[in-house]
């Protein structure tokens, strides 16, 4: 029986760590996660926030996410917008205020606030 949901996994090209980190954490205001030892050997990088928890995977053949993605919970979308020039607001989803980003390797990103 499923109880949660522990991450969603996103994929990111090789060297895009530093790029994935300035993102995640310095415009989304997550905290990035050590990965333990053994999985830290294989790249990328783990990034948490409240009750949510990102993971993103070098994979060789990269694509990214262009319809599929994580749709995150914020308390100040406005604040997010102002740091995100290229973000697509809509009010399509009755119930929130939404906007949809891409993160520095191009996954689609939906940022999601209750009115």
């Known amino acids: 029986m499923i109880v949660g949901m522990h ?9 895009s760590e530093p790029e994935l980190r300035a993102f995640y954490v310095g415009v989304l205001g997550m ?3 050590e990965k333990p030892p053994e ?5 990328g990088a783990w990034f948490r926030g409240q009750g949510v928890e990102l993971h993103l995977g070098i994979e060789a053949d990269f694509r990214p996410a262009r319809k599929a993605h994580p749709a995150l919970l914020v308390t100040d979308l406005d604040e997010l917008l102002a740091r995100l020039p290229d973000a697509v607001p809509d009010d399509l989803l009755p119930g929130y205020r939404r906007c949809h980003v891409h993160d520095p390797v191009g ?6 606030q209750m009115p």
């Open 7 to 15: 991450h969603v996994q996103l994929a990111a090209p090789a060297g």
């Open 31 to 33: 905290t990035e996660v």
């Open 39 to 43: 999985l830290a050997k294989r790249g």
């Open 107 to 112: 996954n689609r990103i939906e940022l999601l």
